[in-house]
């Protein structure tokens, strides 16, 4: 059997207020399979955004283990996890988290400058990546020029430009209307189909409903992971009443 692209056992994270200490994980394990998209979901403080500042070496737990592509991560200095997070990880956040001035060539440009590739290639790259999400026609417009849908598609062309073997997704369309939130989940499962692994959060279960698995969480733990046949975003999108669509985002 193949190894698990993702996989965590016993996870432990604790966070000191004042005398308070809370544990946001509670011996949280999981395995997450390369090509998979999953949803993670839970009410506030369940311990799901510490799960994923894990994942994504954002932070270290105090306890536990977690191997990402073979490759043990839990014990990393900063030094080791920033590499990490670089080569193997792309994030996609609710605010889109774009410099205003730049534009979407150049903010899709950004990860590759932490590489020693030369300029010319890391804007190839950062091109095909917008044509990739269809923005080829807008490599030169800056943020304020862009809808939502659109700057979250940057956004998305900048956390492939590493070709990354994992992207997370925080609350992806949280600052989305109803339409440009399938836009970008049809994307999103665009790119799952071609092989890229998707693990987002969501409070959203209709959002939730378009990843092949959801786990929940609760209390630092997992009290649910169920597998489903997802929902077809670019379908839905479809069937939407005529007042609702327009022009793609």
Known sequence: MAEPLLAVRDLVKEYRMGDTVVRALAGVSLTIA?????????PSGSGKSTFMNIIGCLDRPDAGSYTLAGEPVQAMDGDALAA??????????????????????????LPLLYTSLPRAERLRRATRRL???????????????????????????RALVNDPVLVLADEPTGALDSRTSLEV?????QLNREGITVVLVTHEHDIAEF???IVLFRDG?????????????????????????????
Do not use: K, W
Not at 34 to 42: F, I
């Open 34 to 42: 390369a090509g998979e998209m999953v949803a993670v979901m839970g």
């Open 84 to 109: 990490v997070r670089n080569r193997r990880i792309g994030f996609v956040f609710q605010q889109f988290n774009l410099l205003p001035r730049t534009s979407a060539l150049l903010n899709a440009e």
């Open 131 to 157: 044509q990739q999400v269809g923005l080829g026609e807008r490599l030169d417009h800056h943020p304020r020029q862009l809808s939502g849908g659109q700057q979250q598609r940057v956004a998305i062309a």
């Open 185 to 189: 989940m049809a994307l999103l499962q």
């Open 211 to 213: 990843a092949g698995r």
């Open 221 to 249: 733990q997992v009290v649910s992971d169920r597998q489903h046949p997802p929902r077809d975003a670019a379908q839905a999108l479809r069937e939407l009443p005529a007042a609702q669509s327009g022009p793609a985002p």
